[in-house]
């Protein structure tokens, strides 16, 4: 593993399990997430983040208005994108990890991995593992931004890597992903998930 991604510290829960129900990878996204978001001082929420439209500010709305919207989607409700409200208001640290327990437990409801959701009729499971890639690539955003640890899930990303595989070039024609960056040499599978959305996986503020 680089420095980048040291083992999961006592606040980082590891759940050892083998799995390919989306709730428990969404669960296992979420307890490694919430440290990494409970760990941003409010102070760092205009800095910048590997997301170059994105500070932290805007990212953490943005992961909050994405977890909120796809508990809708895995209801077949209807989720609203064209606007993001701020979030970031009280105790939002707190109100983050209750909404995502809410997601998890929205996407492990009978059916709710069945059939399709969603404005472009995608298949239930390929709208839940793309927030499943927020809660892990949008995650290491805010770490490396605010300058935290962070330890993804490793079923996580294996899911995920056969989802960019599979839906990388139509997201980058909408603009969802960057050009792939070049892997460095020896890169762990995180990593290389990593440069396959845009993103240099050594990605330092500048001083």
């Not at 399990?17 to 760092?44: C, F, N, W, Y």
């Not at 909050?64 to 989607?73: C, D, M, R, T, Y």
């Not at 640890?149 to 139509?170: H, K, N, Q, S, Y």
Request: glycine share 6%; with cysteine.
């Amino acid at each position: 593993m680089s420095r980048f991604f040291k083992p999961p510290s006592a606040a980082t829960p590891t759940l050892v399990r083998m799995t390919d129900k989306i709730s428990d990878l969404l669960e296992a996204a979420a307890a490694h997430a919430e440290p990494v978001v409970r760990g941003v001082d409010d102070r760092q929420l205009g800095a910048a983040t590997p997301c170059a439209d994105y500070d932290v500010r805007d990212l953490l709305n943005h992961l909050f208005h994405v977890v909120v919207g796809f508990q809708a989607l895995a209801a077949r409700e209807e989720a609203d994108f064209s606007h993001t409200p701020d979030y970031l208001a009280g105790e939002w640290r707190d109100r983050f990890a209750a909404e995502t327990k809410l997601l998890v437990e929205a996407w492990a409801a009978p059916g709710a991995e069945e059939g399709t959701t969603g404005a472009m009729n995608l298949p239930a499971r390929t709208v839940a593992a793309i927030v499943l890639l927020d809660l892990t690539v949008h995650v290491w955003d805010l770490a490396r931004a605010t300058g935290q640890d962070f330890a993804p899930d490793e079923e996580g990303v294996g899911a995920l890597a056969a989802l960019v595989a599979r839906m990388g070039p139509t997201a980058r024609q909408m603009q969802m992903f960057g050009d792939p960056f070049p892997a460095p040499q020896g890169a762990t599978p995180f990593e290389e998930l990593l440069a396959s959305t845009g993103r240099n996986p050594h990605w330092t503020p500048n001083p």
